[in-house]
């Protein structure tokens, strides 16, 4: 091999690792028919040259947009259906109506227990990872096209339950810790296929 042919590959060698790195794929090819009948030679370095270095470096831009991955979203879902409900300026009534509509929930009983339902979840007590999907696809579309976040952090580790979150008439929560446990209290079974089918939704 000649000077002149090292220096080339050389000189390509370095640009088809650069675009290997940068993913461009399509320069990647131009680059390697550079080589002409010398175009194994070039590939054959290149396996080489990224067998002993290793895999790249990602890139910042590449770091930053997987950090900002759902899938990296360690948030509970009461804090994200917070965040979203007031990023889109939307009270709680407003978003129980929406949810009705959206999901076929008829009567006043019904609508109820979608209330009830739904305060348990954005409050911390009713788990997500058991929500139906039709429930899931409904809150991402109407909370600013959140389900892909909500579907990646549905397993998330709930918060701590110590304060208790308590629904005010405006449709925001207010927090307060209880000084003295109150007795438990239980909801009556639902009494009609419409409350069972918002218990359904939710999981429960």
Not at 120 to 135: C, D, F, I, K
Request: charged content about 25%; overall charge negative.
């Amino acid at each position: 091999m000649n000077d002149d042919l090292d220096i080339l590959l050389g000189n390509l060698l370095v640009d088809a690792c650069a675009a290997l790195d940068e993913q461009r794929l399509d320069a990647f090819d131009a680059i390697v028919e550079r080589a002409g009948e010398h175009r194994q030679e070039l590939l054959d370095m290149v396996d080489v040259a990224l067998s002993l270095r290793g895999p790249a470096e990602p890139s910042a831009a590449q770091v930053e947009a997987l950090a900002l991955s759902p899938m990296f979203d360690m948030r509970p879902w009461p804090e994200i259906l917070e965040s979203a409900r007031l990023a889109a300026s939307i009270k709680r009534p407003t978003l129980l109506a929406q949810l009705a509509e959206r999901l076929g929930i008829r009567g006043e009983a019904a609508a109820e227990r979608l209330e009830e339902r739904y305060h348990e979840l954005e409050t911390g007590q009713l788990a997500p990872a058991r929500v139906q999907p039709a429930l899931l696809d409904a809150l991402g579309d109407l909370l600013g096209g959140i389900r892909e976040t909500l579907a990646a952090t549905r397993f998330n580790p709930m918060p701590d339950l110590g304060p208790s979150a308590v629904l005010n008439r405006s449709g925001t929560f207010e927090t307060h810790m209880l000084m003295d446990a109150a007795p438990a209290t239980f909801e009556p079974e639902p009494t009609s296929a419409a409350e069972r089918r918002v218990d359904e939704l939710f999981g429960v």
